[in-house]
């Protein structure tokens, strides 16, 4: 089973597993504003490395209310250079997601697939989000029986736009098999159907995102 997002070592080391390990590069939306943004060096790292995604990015109000002037500038811009490279996204929306995707808007087309990491609530944008190629991951809060309104979402979103993550760090690959595969699990419990066939959609899903 493929974990879709998960952390190697912290940040900004993240990664995407399908197979082998597949890095994305970018700067969070809690960075933005604490080191000085280089997109020269981001350029250079998604050429060297053309198998490579960006992110994860976006906008974030769980630490801060406000969004500050930085992240907006930091996400637009890394925005653009996938949408040059054509390269996909891994987005970030704590508490703003419906600001998320109007920011992504302008490069529906250009940038090939989007995964809503961390998604819940804002029901609403799903339509649109699917209509930019865009991918919903679903976490561990699946398995937390008192987490009913995102079990609900999970377990009614259309297969064929579903990844499932662990959204953990693991220090690197090892250990991490058994956690995903729990998700998978309560997953295909929560949507009536069998875990390995769900497994096996997933994995498709993932390779679909990934443009392979």
């Known amino acids: 089973m493929t974990d879709a997002h998960f952390h190697s070592g912290g940040y900004p080391a993240f990664l995407v597993l399908r197979g082998e390990e597949r890095r994305l590069y970018g700067v969070h939306p809690w960075q933005a504003g604490d080191v000085a943004f280089d997109i020269a060096a981001l350029r250079a790292a998604l050429e060297d490395d053309q198998a490579a ?26 925005l653009g250079l996938a949408a040059e490279l054509r390269r996909p ?7 703003c997601w419906g600001e998320v995707v109007k920011a992504c808007r302008p490069f529906a087309g250009r940038i090939p697939a989007f995964m809503f990491h961390g998604f819940s609530r804002s ?12 991918f919903v991951s679903v976490g561990p809060a ?22 499932a993550e662990t959204d953990e760090d693991w220090g690197g690959v090892d250990g991490h098999g058994a956690r ?15 875990a390995a066939t769900l497994s096996e959609s997933l994995e498709k899903n993932l390779a679909r995102f990934l443009g392979e």
Do not use: W
């Not at 992110?55 to 811009?77: M, P, T, Y």
């Not at 996204?89 to 508490?95: I, R, T, W």
């Open 142 to 163: 699946v398995l937390n029986d008192h987490a009913a309104n995102y079990r609900e979402m999970a377990a009614g979103l259309p297969t064929e736009r579903l990844l």
């Open 180 to 194: 995903i595969d729990a998700i998978c699990a309560r997953l295909a419990e929560l949507r009536g159907v069998d």
């Open 89 to 95: 996204v891994v987005l970030h929306g704590a508490k």
């Open 53 to 78: 995604c960006v992110g994860e990015i976006g906008l974030d109000r769980l630490r801060n209310r406000e969004i500050s002037g930085a992240q907006r500038e930091v996400f637009e811009r890394q």
């Open 123 to 134: 029901l609403g944008l799903l339509p649109e989000m699917f209509a930019m190629n865009g």
